[in-house]
Every structure is written in C-alpha cells, then in structure tokens.
C-alpha cells in the first residue's frame, strides 16, 4: 500500500496526517508502529488519519492513533494540525470545520496563518466516565505509587489524564512516575500524566507523559486538563497560558459545565509518500 502523507506538529507534538478520503486507507495496529517507528517508518507521536463522517452534520472523521498502535479518543494539539490539513489538501474552505471523534465531536477554528482554536467540550470529572476508580467525585485524590502517596487531579478531555502539581518541572520524575502511573489499576484504560508548575494565576509550566507514547513536546489535551485541575483547585484564573516543551498554548475555562477552548499553532513540515 502506497500512502501519500503529510508530516505535521503542534509545538513540536509531531504527526503523520493521512488523507483517506482521496486515497484508499488500510490501516492495522502493525502499520501504524511501522509508519510511527523513528528509525526505519516516518517517526511520529501520534497518526492521524482524516475520513469522510459518519454523522450528516459533521465535515470529517478524526481518527487517531499512537506510536504503539493503539487507536485513542482524542488529541488536541492534532487536532489543530487536522484543521489545517485538510484546508491545505483542499478538502474543504471552512474557517470552522466540526469533526467526529472517539470522544464526541470537536469544533475547529482556524485563525490566521497557523493559529487554530479548538472547542474541546465541557471536561469529565466523575470517576466512573474517565475512567479512574474512586468512591466519590473530589478535586484531588490520594493515589499510592511504588510505596508513596501522591495528590492527582483526575479529568478526561475525551481522554483521561492524571495533574501532578510540582515545585519545578524541570527536575520532576516525568519518565519515572509517569510511566508507573500510566498503567496504574485505579485508571483501567491507562492514562496520561500531567506535571504542572503554577507561575502564577495566568501563566504555567506543564510536562506531559502521554500514554502509549512517552513524554511529548506538547500535549493539547494535556494542557486542557491541567487547567481544569488547577481551576478547580482555585489556584488559575479563567484563561491560562501553558508552556510547554514545544511551546505556549492559551487555555480558557470559566468553569465547571462549560467547554475548554485552546489556542495555538499547527505548522506543517513536508509531504512524501510511503509503502506499507
């Protein structure tokens, strides 16, 4: 199979963007770890593939999967690449474009040049639908890692993801605890593990170890959580700027029951073609 791609990344978040609506896609979980595998496939966090819906109301499919193969519900720092590709492809002319997910659909707006907004939907706090096993909804829980105890914050963007405060993100064990707590039992699905510095109320450092990848440049979907953790903690104002590895993305949240809206770049790389 002969596939043509596009290399993307958001803040250094980097994907393959494969048009499957022009071009006959076949995709098994052993392709992707081929495509995705940095020394001998393209190299990428994540794969994204664009598809016609499914749903009449809605412009595409968003379909997404990690390095390791597996297929996941969301990503926000893809979903702004996903917006300017299929522009660029000439898919579509839309400045707002909605698209299906695993996760429920998101709304992309593209502003500028590179700058895309994207309405990620109200957050997921209840345990049960992150999912993260705990008897009551709270703003933090006690979780006991290899012998200690740590304070996350628990939410799901469309994905789940546990938010670590620490005092600096620099020296913070991101590959260490992030990957004990990636495949802790009390998150059944496994998750993504936030490291979150608080500068002040409007600004932020944040390390993500995202799951069935490893630590990221960026995490789009990363960064919504950390918001949403830290407001719910009183401890961020409603619109926070995060910087990340890769970069700085702004993230606005009034609050509980409404949306999370981020903001930032989607620079493409190169086109090539590859067989599979």
Known sequence: M???????????????????????????????????????????????????PRDPDVDFRYRIYNADGSEVENCGNGARCFARFVRERRLTSKEQILVETAAGVLQLNVQGADQVSVDMGAPVLEPAKIPFQADI??????LEVDGETYTVGAVSMGN????LLVEDVDSAPVERLGAAIECHPRFPARVNVGFLQIIDRGHARLRVFE????????????????????????LV???????LPGGTLTIHWPGPGEPVTMTGP?????????VV
């Open 237 to 243: 104002d409603e619109e926070l700027e995060i910087t």
């Open 160 to 163: 789940p993801h546990a938010v």
């Open 211 to 234: 799951r069935g990848v490893g630590e990221t440049r960026a995490c789009g979907t990363g960064a919504c959580a950390a918001m949403v953790s830290a407001r719910i903690r009183g």
């Open 266 to 274: 989607a620079t493409a790389v190169y086109h090539g073609q590859i």
């Open 2 to 52: 002969r596939l043509k791609f596009t290399k993307m990344h958001g803040l250094g978040n980097d994907f393959v963007m494969i048009d499957g609506i022009t071009q006959r896609v076949k995709l098994t979980s052993d392709k992707v770890r081929q495509i995705a595998d940095r020394h001998t496939g393209i190299g990428c966090d994540q794969l994204l593939l664009v598809e016609a």
């Open 137 to 142: 909804q709270a703003e933090t829980y006690p």
